[in-house]
């Protein structure tokens, strides 16, 4: 038998199943009465039974009416079961996320979540945009990236800014140092020793630039590099000591590397997500963004308390 009825004529069978009432079925469907008699009509000329009997007071089913309406209800649910199912499948199983972070926050945090997030949902692709602060601002702002990892942003009247944590920097140095000895370090201590800083053009060194301005014996950097990773790199090989994000160390197992609050003064930046404001997120980047959120510090190592 052809199926002369769609999707449509059966919403309305069990809107006036449900109401016994035309009138208000029509409205619940956001048809006219006239409209909405033609699709009941063409149900039943489908089907060729009589699935209503009207009055001018009431509609009541038929008995015929009343096992189709059970038939289409459960039909009618197990369709919106199923498009959920599937809407759930394509936002956290399939598709792609693109996160931009600045290098600092990738190697101990941003994997953490990743990781988690890929046992979450085995067949979404994340691409990493790792670049400088600013950079991470522009692919954010450009659309190039779904959301953002950074330590500036708030200030941005176009980007949303949602605060994470709040690290200290801290000295880091090989385990042999002299300065790993110490329960804290001022900056001017960290001075004495050969220096690794990382170039102008980051937002970090802008961010400790501006700090350090009245400190008189602060740093001078012997080696210089791009990337808070590469300065680490560079202590580990044992050319020096470096002042780095906290969330860029390693955990207390680390063989070689180790962190030394630093003071005098203390020097803290705030790591946060940064979004398009009045852009919904997709389904998989949501449920990527919200995550982060629930892995707001990471395992325990040494303190950094002063």
């Known amino acids: 038998m052809a199926i002369n009825f769609d999707l449509n004529d059966l919403l309305a069978f069990r809107a006036v199943a449900e109401l016994s009432n035309f009138r208000k079925a029509a409205e619940s469907v956001h048809l006219s009465q006239p409209a909405f008699s033609r699709r009941i009509d063409k149900l039943e000329q489908a089907l060729g039974v009589r699935l209503l009997e009207r009055t001018t007071r009431r509609v009541t089913l038929t008995a015929v009416g009343r096992d189709f309406e059970r038939k289409v209800r459960e039909l009618l649910d197990e369709l919106d079961n199923t498009l959920l199912g599937i809407r759930g499948v394509a936002a956290t199983r399939m598709g792609e996320v693109t996160v931009a972070c600045v290098p600092s926050t990738v190697y101990y945090y941003l994997s953490e979540v990743i990781r988690r997030y890929h046992e979450r949902a085995p067949r979404v692709r994340v691409k990493v945009l790792d670049a400088g602060a600013n950079e991470v601002l522009a692919a954010v702002s450009r659309g190039e990236a779904d959301f953002g990892l950074n330590f500036i942003g708030a200030q941005e009247g176009e980007l949303a800014f949602e605060p994470l944590v709040e690290e200290r920097f801290v000295a880091a140095c090989r385990r042999d140092h002299p300065i790993a000895r110490m329960k804290r370090v001022s900056w001017s201590q960290l001075g004495q020793y050969d220096y690794i800083s990382v170039g102008r053009s980051s937002g970090n060194r802008v961010l400790l630039d501006q700090a350090l301005a009245?400190?008189?014996?602060?740093?001078?950097?012997?080696?210089?590099?791009?990337?808070?990773?590469?300065?680490?790199?560079?202590?580990?090989?044992?050319?020096?000591?470096?002042?780095?994000?906290?969330?860029?160390?390693?955990?207390?197992?680390?063989?070689?590397?180790?962190?030394?609050?630093?003071?005098?003064?203390v020097i803290t930046r705030k790591v946060g997500l940064i979004r398009r404001r009045g852009r919904s997120l997709s389904p998989a980047a949501q449920q990527l963004y919200d995550l982060f959120a629930e892995v707001r510090s990471r395992r325990p190592r040494r303190s950094t308390s002063a």
Do not use: F, N
């Open 214 to 265: 009245s400190v008189k014996a602060r740093p001078q950097a012997i080696y210089e590099a791009q990337h808070v990773t590469t300065t680490l790199g560079l202590v580990e090989a044992g050319l020096g000591v470096a002042a780095v994000p906290s969330m860029a160390m390693p955990g207390p197992e680390h063989p070689l590397l180790v962190s030394v609050p630093l003071v005098d003064p």
